[in-house]
Each structure stands twice: as C-alpha cells, then as structure tokens.
C-alpha cells in the first residue's frame, strides 16, 4: 500500500494509492497544485488513466469470478440446448401437417402450413445457466387451435416421445403453457396463433402482417418475445448488457432476492432494471455498470416506475402501477411486469440495494473484493426465529407437483402474514428434512414478530389451507407451519449461511435452489 501525503498540510487527509497504481500515473499536477484542498475524494487525484485502468482490472476480475462461478454454459451444454429446440421445432412441423391433415384442409394448404419456434426468457437474452429452463413460444397457423390441437394434439405428440418426460399443461394461466423436461432440460412452452397458413420459421412478431387478427391470449403469449426483442434494441451494448444481467442474477440468487413466488424479482424484473443502467450509460466498463446498478436502485423514488420507453405514457390505474416497485414492460405499451411484491420483501430489496451501494460505490479500494458482493445471505445469522413450511406427499412421484402447485399459491400465505404484521423473509431456498419419513421440501423463512404481536400461526394456516384447496389442482399432499428458533435450524443449514454449498450430512440438506416444479404457474398465479 503506498500513501501520497500532503506535508504543508498535516490536518489533510492521506491520500490512499492502490498497491499497482504506478505512481507516473497520478496526475502530476494534483498533489502540487491542490495541496491545500487534499480532501478531494481519492478518485479526483487520480489520472483519468489510472481510474479507467483500476476499473478495467475490476471489470477482468469480476469476470473472472463470474467464469469460476460456472455460470456461463460449457458448449457442451449450448449443443445440448440447441438440439432441444432443433428437436422441438421438428415436432412442430410434423404436429402442424397432422393437425392440417385432420382439419382436412386441401391439399395446397397442408403442404404450405407451417409452425415455428421462438426462444425468448433468460434462454433468449442470452444470459441462462445450466439451471434455467428453456422459453419457448410455439406459433401456429390459424387453423390450429389452443385447446384441442395444441393442448391435446401435441400434449399426446410430446408425451409419446421418449425425449420427454413430467409433462403438464397449465392452462388456467394467463399465459397458458405446457411444461415438461426435454432431454432433462425444462421447458415452458405457451402458444401463439396466427391468422396466416405459413409461420416462417424467424417469424417477425411485430410485423403488423402477423399481428392481423390475433387473439387476446396469443397477444399475451408473444409478449415475453416482445420484452426481449424490445430489450436487446434498446440496450447500446448487448454483450455488455448480458454480463451486467449475469452479474445481478447471481448477486439477487445469492442474497435471497430472486423468485417473483416468494415476492421478490423474476428473470425479466432484472432484466429492466439492467437494461435501464446500460441504456443510460454507454461507454462504462462492466464494474463501472455494476456500481451504478446499485448506485440507482438504492436511491430509486419508488414507487416512481422504472420505464425503458419513456415516452410511453403508463396508465394509473393499471393494478401493477400501485405495486410498490413498478417495473415496465418493454414493448408492451401500457403493462407492467406482474409482480409480488409485499412490504416484507420490498424493504428486503431496498437493504440489499443500499447494501450493494455501500460494497461496490469504491471500486479503486486497495481491498476490494467481489466476493463481498455475491456473499450468500446469513439468514441463521440475521433472525432470531423462522417459519417453517413443510410440505410432504405420500410418494416421491407426487412431491414435485405439489411443491409447484403451493408455490404457486405462496402469494395467499405471503398477504397473511402481512396481514398479521410479522416481517418476514422468504428465503426461495429448498431443503429436505431428513427426520421426516415422507418425501418432503421445507422453506425456512425469516420472521420478526411485530411489538407485543403474537402470532396466530393456527388461523395462518388454516386460512392458507383454504387457498390450497381451491383452484386446478391434480395432487395433494400436507403443509404445515410452524415457528421455530435459529437454534432449533439444522445445522447444516447454518453451515450453508456460510459456504453455500450443497451437503450431504446431517439433519437437513438443500435441494438444488432452482428447481423447477412441474406445476409451478411461474408469473402467472392464479388469482386468489
Ligand atoms: N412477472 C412477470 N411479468 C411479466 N412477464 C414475465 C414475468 N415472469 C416471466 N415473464 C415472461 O416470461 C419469460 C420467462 O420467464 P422465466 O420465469 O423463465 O424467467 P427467465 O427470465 O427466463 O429467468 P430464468 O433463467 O430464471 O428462467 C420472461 O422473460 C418474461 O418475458
Ligand atoms: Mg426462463
Ligand atoms: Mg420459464
């Protein structure tokens, strides 16, 4: 560590040089003219050069970590994905000449029908892991309808496949879907029709040409394409803007903020918050992008929304519009991204911003360390007691659509515990409960009694046993609540507070963090 002091001046502070800052790069003139104003911040004695070096060197090493993180997809992985979707968009073909086949359309059309493709979500951005899933709307001519050709025809196609397996449909979403595993591999497939015969392959969703016609369903189906195609207009650099998005889905995952379920961010929440610091600041390096990420967000005016278009007037009485992080939907003039957001969670969220702010708002720091940033959140370490929800079915077969179907219901459990004024954290975090015979998944969520508030955990439950039962649902299987004490955690779960890592000792283990239950209704809860 080198210090520069300034000796006319002891009351000054000292002026603090990074290890490697050579010192031909300091401005020559600072230390000589200003030495009677030593308390410029550091970075205003520093050459231009330097800070910009000091800031690629951040950006290298932040890179770096993001590399050792493995977050980014081997090819091997890429390949794999790529065969999925080339898979898909042949079953696609075949479904629609089939379809056009039993419609008994004359010939010239069933030779001319076609169907198509397109990814969109985290996949399409390019910023998916080997945990997300796949994204992919099907488009279909207008023959081929939602609820008999698509929900059955092709459900029966795929389900056939030996590629294919835990296949559902959700169709009492607002953007119905099927999902199902490709080859291992998650996918969310929704529908779209068009009022054309022939779907090119790279069909443009937003030429009007297309658009003639098209129904309420199918226009909500395209707009998760619309958000990416808008977004990666809008942003002045891409690549950029995918590492940038990286960067800030690990640092939400890690702290407990990522999961639109639990009332904190959805993939396309981070996606428009990372669009808008990149859009509004070309030209910065990645660290400096991370820095004013949190910089803006920390001190954001919510419930001011965030817009990427700003010319596109946001209607007030839209439900989204009275959330308390209002986020755009790009593309769609008009929407919101649908959020979850509850008191509890939005002032989680805005520690966590301030947080950020304070760990990256000085990159030339001598002791700067990324790991800082991505640290995973010590819930055992932050709350005195937690919620614990188990949820058990008889068999293992069960356990993952009935896991999907309560997350998502948690919307109903998260408005009753406002309602009964705890603060709570619900950490998204999957674990197994080893002393329980039944194949089982417990969250352990953080809680903070309000003063003099007891809890009525029996009313808690009951009332959210309520809304379990209403509403599409093929399984059932038991929840129950109840209030324990951090020492009462399993061990390993504190171990996990401080080293993230999957174990396969003890009491309780976590199940991976991502995974993907078949039911799960993703953004689109039912209403409750
Ligand atoms: N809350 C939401 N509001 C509006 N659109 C949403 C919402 N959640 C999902 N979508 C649409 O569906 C797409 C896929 O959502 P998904 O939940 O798979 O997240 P993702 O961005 O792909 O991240 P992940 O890598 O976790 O899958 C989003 O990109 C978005 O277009
Ligand atoms: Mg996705
Ligand atoms: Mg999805």
Redesign the pocket.
């Known amino acids: 560590m080198a210090y520069a002091f300034d000796s006319n001046n002891p009351s000054a502070r000292l002026v603090l040089l990074p290890n490697y800052a050579p010192l031909n790069l300091i401005n020559p003139n600072f230390l000589h003219h200003h030495h009677h104003q030593v308390l410029f911040p550091v970075r205003f004695a520093l050459n231009p050069a330097l800070v910009a070096q000091i800031e690629q060197d951040r950006s290298i090493s932040l890179q770096q970590f993001m590399n050792d993180e493995g977050l980014v997809p081997s090819r091997e992985e890429e390949q794999r994905r790529c065969n999925v979707i080339r898979k898909l968009k042949e079953i696609i073909i075949k479904w629609i000449k089939r379809v056009a086949y039993l419609h008994k359309l004359p010939q010239n059309l069933v030779k001319a029908a076609s169907a198509t493709i397109l990814t ?6 390019g ?3 080997a ?3 796949i ?1 992919a709307l099907c488009v279909g001519p207008w023959f081929a309808s939602l609820t008999e050709d698509f929900f059955v025809v092709l459900h029966d196609i795929l389900a056939k496949r030996v590629e294919v397996s835990d296949i559902h449909c959700v169709k009492d979403a607002k ?1 119905p879907l099927m999902r199902f595993k490709f080859e291992g591999i998650s996918v ?1 497939l929704p529908y779209a029709q068009l009022q054309v015969t022939t779907v090119p392959e790279n069909v443009d969703i937003l030429n009007p040409l297309f658009l003639n016609g098209i129904d309420e369903t199918s226009w909500k189906s395209l ?3 619309r ?2 195609n808008s977004i990666l207009q809008l942003v002045p650099d891409v690549k950029i803007f995918q590492q940038l998005l990286r960067c800030v ?1 690990l640092w939400a995952k890690r702290r407990g903020l ?1 999961g ?1 379920l639990f009332g904190f961010f ?6 428009v918050l990372t669009a808008f610091v990149c859009q509004r600041n070309p030209n910065v390096s990645l660290a400096g992008l991370v820095s004013i990420f949190f910089k803006t967000f920390a001190s954001w005016p919510w419930p001011t929304p965030v817009l990427l278009q700003q010319g596109i007037m946001m209607p007030r009485h839209h439900p989204e519009a009275r959330s308390l992080m209002p986020i755009q ?1 790009p593309s769609s003039p008009h ?6 957001i509850t008191t509890s969670t939005f002032m989680k969220i805005r520690t966590e911003f301030c947080k950020g702010y304070r760990l990256t708002q000085d990159l030339l720091k001598s002791q700067f360390d990324w790991r800082n940033l991505f640290e995973p959140y010590p819930y055992s370490k932050f709350y005195q007691q937690f919620l614990k929800i188990c949820l058990s079915t008889s068999n293992e077969e069960e356990l993952g659509d009935w896991v999907g179907w309560v997350k998502s219901r948690f919307r109903g459990l998260l408005v009753k515990l406002e309602e009964a004024h705890v603060f709570y954290d619900p950490s998204p975090t999957e674990y197994l409960d080893t002393t329980v015979q039944a194949p089982n998944v417990v969250f352990y969520w953080g809680l903070i009694p309000g003063k003099n508030n007891v809890l009525d955990l029996d009313s808690i439950q009951d009332g959210f046993k309520k809304t379990l039962g209403t509403g599409q649902k093929e399984v059932t299987g038991n929840m129950t609540l109840s209030v324990i004490k951090s020492s009462q955690l399993p061990k390993t779960l504190q171990l996990v507070d401080t080293h993230s890592m999957f174990s396969d000792t003890g009491q309780t283990v976590p199940l991976c963090p ?1 995974r ?1 239950p078949h039911r799960l209704v ?3 809860v039912p209403s409750i």
């Open positions: 969109y979500g985290s996949y399409g951005l910023v998916h892991n945990e997300s899933d994204d953007v969310d707009s998760g394409v958000a990416n889905k990522y639109n959805g993939g396309v929440h981070l996606a939907l929407e919101y991204c649908h959020s979850n991502n993907v993703g953004y689109s």
